[in-house]
């Protein structure tokens, strides 16, 4: 056939001309549904939370520090419930999907399990593209009909302010129904859970304010401090006209978030309090974007339960898979305290829930396990035989090793910029000991901390540490870099008086990063053995008879350090035992080549 005798494909004929028009006007409305949806999306996304008083700030978050011992948090749902990773790090095997949003697949499921629901994705994509832009018309018509422009921005005195004001309401209406998951440890007996468009109330926690001076609050009861919940403090988003209901059943509660022995269990109550809200039910005072990790502390003020709560926010914005560092929200009344430099410094910012006002809309709500339920506190009574090891050694042996303390630690010190590589060779080899001393503080206001002193004579035992020092070390000042076997008996030697309380926690880091040997008796101090470096630092504890607590040894077994115990008579030391103690530890550290 020639090419002037082919058939006509154009819009001729009624039939083909009207089926052709209508082609052209669907694709037109598509384009232009599109064009309005980014348009939408874009001004939706902008931050008027600077207008309100006591909001959250909002910032994309820290990035995570290159870490060398950083190994993937993968859920692997085979993995073996004996092992140091179901224990150290991603043991969160079993997903509980309590609530689904209606108007889309399960999106974090697919991340997860690698499935969606079965559905059109032609047919998702028209309902996501048609309701968007039916929102987005009944929007622009209030706002027209109110006189919503630009211009109103500028306008000045009290009519400009509730100009203002009904603009960010308008950005910050939720335009999503929510969906609500966990993630339970079958060896940790606890969950993991996150809630995305939830809504918290403030006014319905009933606290202390918290944040506050220590001296300021000294009268305080301690129990003010901690949360209860009524009814609808959080509550995530169900479709417009959707149920009010309690979020989790009784038995489903105490099967994600058992109490346990925790006789106050915040964290299980507050579960037992989230509601769900219709969509069209919801007004935010303000609205939170960043991903908010929420956390409960008990001892706020003792170094080792406090690196428990540090670790559990570590483990979860990890099992969850944050891109960035989120913001935390304590939903506790606690005052200040030491530690929090290392919050600070871990993540992107904090903020107590009773500081905020009105009800507050988060995109996505994160809650950690309690510190008393991580694997620092319930491994304690674990039988799981767990030694620190390089990452690549412990994915060689995952079932009797794990590299998940050292990359925490690791991670703790890069977020003071400190790096575990911190001692310099010198002409003169300089090794550090730290005698990590007992001290008094304030546990909670009207509790003045009087550690059971399982030392009597520490001072005693620090003049003798000084004095072997002074005997040990052999200064030749001026000398040449000194080859190891001359270093071996040329060394010089300093003791630090580790009056932990009275330095910031950069300081601490620095000193504990810098020694070679870390003493002390049993106390929440030695917990900064998760710090130290593992082959080059080795820690003497002095334990007490009438207290028996092997958490430090099973730190630093956990953590890859070298750990020495000598048991006291009568919580007294004989000096000259511990000089032999000290001096066999330094041998070793040489002969090991840790001291260079």
Not at 216 to 228: T, W
Not at 283 to 297: E, K
Not at 320 to 334: A, E
Request: charged fraction near 20%; glycine fraction near 6%; charge should be positive.
């Amino acid at each position: 056939m020639a090419f002037s005798q082919m058939p006509q494909t154009g819009c001729r004929g009624g039939g083909v001309r009207k089926r052709c028009w209508l082609r052209r006007v669907v694709a037109a409305l598509v384009l232009l549904n599109v064009g309005q949806l980014i348009v939408f999306f874009l001004h939706a996304g902008e931050n008027g939370d600077n207008e309100l008083p006591n909001t959250m700030r909002q910032s994309p978050g820290k990035q995570w520090p290159q870490l060398r011992s950083f190994t993937l948090w993968t859920a692997k749902p085979d993995l073996d419930l004996r092992s140091c990773e179901a224990l150290f790090g991603n043991g969160f095997t079993q997903p509980f999907y309590l609530l689904e949003p209606e108007s889309r697949p399960r999106l974090r499921r697919a991340k997860h399990r690698g499935f969606t629901r079965g559905r059109s994705a032609f047919g998702f994509i028209l309902a996501r593209l048609v309701g968007a832009w039916t929102k987005l018309v009944l929007k622009q018509a209030v706002h027209a009909a109110e006189g919503l422009n630009n211009s109103s921005r500028f306008l000045n005195g009290t009519e400009g302010r509730a100009v203002q004001r009904l603009d960010r309401n308008r950005r910050l209406q939720p335009q999503h129904d929510g969906l609500f998951q966990c993630f339970r440890s079958p060896v940790l007996h606890t969950s993991v859970c996150e809630g995305t468009h939830m809504v918290m109330y403030p006014k319905k926690i009933k606290m202390s304010k918290g944040g506050e001076r220590l001296n300021s609050v000294m009268e305080r009861n301690a129990a003010e401090e901690l949360p209860y919940f009524t009814s609808g403090a959080f509550q995530v988003m169900v479709p417009e006209n959707g149920e009010r209901r309690p979020l989790l059943n009784k038995k489903m509660l105490d099967r994600i978030m058992p109490q346990g022995d925790v006789r106050e269990h915040t964290l299980h109550h507050l579960l037992e309090q989230i509601r769900t809200i219709p969509l069209d039910e919801v007004t935010c005072a303000q609205r939170v974007s960043q991903p908010t990790l929420v956390v409960t502390r008990f001892e706020h003020m003792n170094l080792f339960h406090t690196i428990t709560d540090w670790y559990s926010a570590y483990m979860t914005a990890r099992v969850v898979n944050l891109k960035r560092r989120p913001r935390l929200l304590f939903v506790d009344g606690h005052c200040q305290s030491p530690m929090d430099d290392g919050w600070q410094a871990m993540f992107s910012g904090m903020n107590f829930a009773r500081h905020l006002t009105g009800p507050v809309c988060f995109d996505h709500l994160i809650f950690a396990p309690l510190g008393y339920d991580t694997p620092l506190f319930r491994g304690q009574d674990l039988e799981v035989p767990c030694t620190g090891n390089l990452p690549m050694d412990a994915d060689m042996d995952s079932e009797h090793r794990t590299g998940r303390l050292r990359e925490f630690g690791e991670m703790f010190t890069a977020s003071f910029n400190l790096s575990k590589d911190t001692v310099s060779t010198k002409d003169i080899t300089i090794v550090k000991v730290l005698f990590v001393r007992q001290e008094e503080y304030v546990a909670y206001p009207q509790h003045l901390k009087r550690p059971e002193f399982h030392l009597r004579n520490e001072e005693e035992v620090f003049e003798a540490l000084m004095t072997w020092a002074t005997i040990r070390s052999r200064p030749h000042a001026g000398q040449q870099k000194l080859s190891l076997e001359e270093s071996r008996g040329k060394l010089n030697i300093t003791i630090t008086n580790g009056l932990l309380s009275h330095m910031s926690m950069q300081e601490q880091l620095q000193i504990v990063q810098e020694s070679a040997i870390i003493i002390g008796a049993h106390g929440a101090g030695l917990s900064h053995l998760l710090f130290a470096r593992p082959g080059k630092t080795a820690i003497l504890e002095l334990t007490s008879p009438d207290f028996q607590c092997p958490d430090f040894q099973k730190l630093a077994q956990w953590n890859g350090i070298q750990y020495h115990a000598m048991e006291l008579e009568d919580s007294v030391a004989d000096c000259s035992e511990v000089m032999y103690y000290i001096d066999f530890i330094l041998n070793d550290l040489i002969w090991k080549e840790a001291i260079p």
